[in-house]
């Protein structure tokens, strides 16, 4: 079983397994970043995997760590080699050149480009060519009590996703039941959809046991996916950049970041070890907490005693400092060993 019943435990573990296993039921491994709650305006998915090129992952650090947005991206990946005026240089955006500047100015001080002023003309320089590092996008979305009627309820969505092939394949993730057909298989799901397994042992979920003494959950293909990718997908210009910013926005916030969003300052947050991955657990509810209600807005929320902040607490119980830190530094490692992937 999944630490508590919370979904977002699930979710997490998922994220985890992707980030060791990926690409599944394979001995290649790729270099993936993995994002939780990423998508569209229409439509959000529980984790994205982003396939990268390696070689293109690695140039992509050099724009460094947060996300390019939409008009930076227009910038960056314009900017040319030598100096040139930003309006000869950059292709016109469809939008007035007032906020094409202000986005130089933006790139200019995460110094993502290079800018100069000859008279009242500003000028631009590429640090470095943007690169092309995203290969795939994968979409999964995590059920782990897949029963028919949360199947019924994902199928609409699932078929959207499909459909709209933003992504190039589709994965729904449940908790294995261990029987030897899983029910999942039965459920009326697109039959684009791949179906993905997640087994746990019942004695992991116990916390505090020694660091790598317990398995990770063990994953398993029941049905593989198609690929939705449209034929003309490479000559679909507006396709790929929503997938780009898509991208962008996982290499920004991935990494299964959840010390910003959530409250580890708060003196019933607790991680507990699963597997792997840390997982939070709220003391105060006694399971897993979802992100969501994890918010100064909780009424059980309660800031740790200031006496606290002046011992050198181990990774239970805070305090918050200490977890945000731990957390950045594992989230830091994931990182860097998903870039150094060759
Ligand atoms: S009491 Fe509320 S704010 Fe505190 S850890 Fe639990 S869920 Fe989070």
Redesign the pocket.
């Known amino acids: 079983m999944y630490p508590g019943d919370a979904e977002f435990g699930f979710e997490l573990l998922v994220c985890r397994w992707v980030e060791t296993s990926w690409p599944p039921e394979s001995t290649r491994r790729s270099a993936v970043l993995v994002s939780r709650q990423l998508g569209t305006r229409e439509r959000r998915w529980d984790t994205v995997v982003v396939e990268c090129d390696p070689e293109g992952l690695a140039a992509r650090r050099r724009f460094g760590e947060r996300e390019l947005d939409s008009d930076l991206l227009h910038v960056v990946r314009n900017a040319p080699a030598e100096w040139s005026w930003y309006r000869d240089a950059l292709p016109h955006p469809g939008y007035p050149w007032r906020y094409v500047r202000a986005a130089v100015h933006r790139a200019a001080d995460r110094e993502v480009v290079e800018t100069r002023r000859r008279g009242n003309r500003i000028e631009i320089r590429r640090v470095a060519p943007y690169p092309d590092w995203v290969r795939r996008i994968v979409a999964v979305e995590n059920k782990p009590d897949l029963d028919a009627s949360a199947a019924r309820a994902l199928s609409g969505q699932l078929e959207h996703d499909v459909e709209t092939a933003l992504a190039d394949e589709v994965w729904v993730a449940t908790e294995s039941t261990g029987s030897r057909i899983e029910p999942a298989l039965l459920e009326d799901l697109p039959v684009d959809v791949g179906i993905l397994t997640l087994s746990f042992d019942d004695d992991v979920g116990a916390a505090g046991e020694a660091e790598g003494a317990e398995p990770d959950p063990t994953g398993t293909v029941e049905w593989y996916p198609s690929e939705v990718t449209p034929a003309d997908a490479g000559r679909d210009a507006e396709r790929r950049r929503r997938r780009l910013e898509l991208a962008e926005r996982a290499y920004g916030r991935g990494w299964r970041s959840y010390h910003e969003t959530?409250?580890?300052d708060?003196?019933?947050?607790?991680l507990r070890r699963f597997g792997r991955a840390l997982v939070?657990h709220?003391?105060?509810?006694r399971r897993s907490?979802?992100a969501a209600?994890?918010?100064?807005s909780?009424?059980?929320?309660?800031p740790e005693p200031p006496a606290w902040r002046s011992r050198g607490w181990p990774i239970e119980g805070g305090p918050g400092k200490g977890i945000k830190r731990l957390l950045r530094r594992r989230r830091a490692d994931v990182r860097e060993r998903a870039i150094d992937t060759d």
């Open positions: 959530m409250r580890p708060c003196r019933h947050f607790e939070p709220c003391a105060a509810k907490q979802t209600e994890c918010a100064g909780c009424p059980e929320f309660e």
